[in-house]
């Protein structure tokens, strides 16, 4: 750590300086990519664009994935039920989210999704994924 620093200025620095920003006009803050990373629906939607050819899905395709990878909360749902209750977050509530924060671009009127982060989001997805096993 640099001597001239203030405690604790040099984490921020630090992500920033090593983080891939893909042609973001600037740096995201740390809070804003930890809310984003920080629901299951949102995690197995990058996780989904990541292993995906190009990183990018149909957003029918997506929603397919992230339904079957998040837990269904209510066993009594039927599978269509859930299905449609992911398909609803995440178009209303998950997508937005991410394509605010600069991690995806959700194209509505073509239906493609596409994962637009950097190594950063990468990073902290790998870094969960083993704790998400343990859910």
């Known amino acids: 750590m640099d001597e001239s620093q203030e405690p604790g200025s040099r984490t921020i620095q630090s992500i920033n300086e090593v983080a891939d920003f893909s042609g973001r006009e600037r740096p995201l803050s740390p809070d804003t990519i930890l809310s984003a990373v920080a629901n299951e629906h949102r995690r197995a939607t990058l996780n989904a664009l990541d292993n995906a050819s190009e990183k990018t899905l149909a957003y029918d395709a997506l929603v397919d994935r992230?339904?079957?990878?998040?837990?269904n909360e209510d066993a009594n749902l039927e599978s269509d039920e859930?299905?449609?209750?992911?398909?609803?977050?995440?178009?209303?509530?998950?997508?937005?989210?991410?394509?605010?924060?600069?991690?995806?671009?959700?194209?509505?009127?073509?239906?493609?999704?596409?994962?637009?982060?950097?190594?950063?989001?990468?990073?902290?997805?790998?870094?969960?994924?083993?704790?998400?096993a343990c859910d």
């Open 66 to 71: 992230v339904a079957n990878r998040v837990r």
């Open 82 to 132: 859930h299905q449609q209750r992911v398909r609803i977050a995440l178009h209303h509530t998950h997508l937005p989210k991410l394509e605010e924060a600069r991690i995806i671009d959700y194209e509505a009127e073509t239906g493609h999704v596409r994962f637009i982060g950097g190594e950063l989001e990468q990073d902290l997805l790998t870094l969960v994924e083993p704790y998400e």
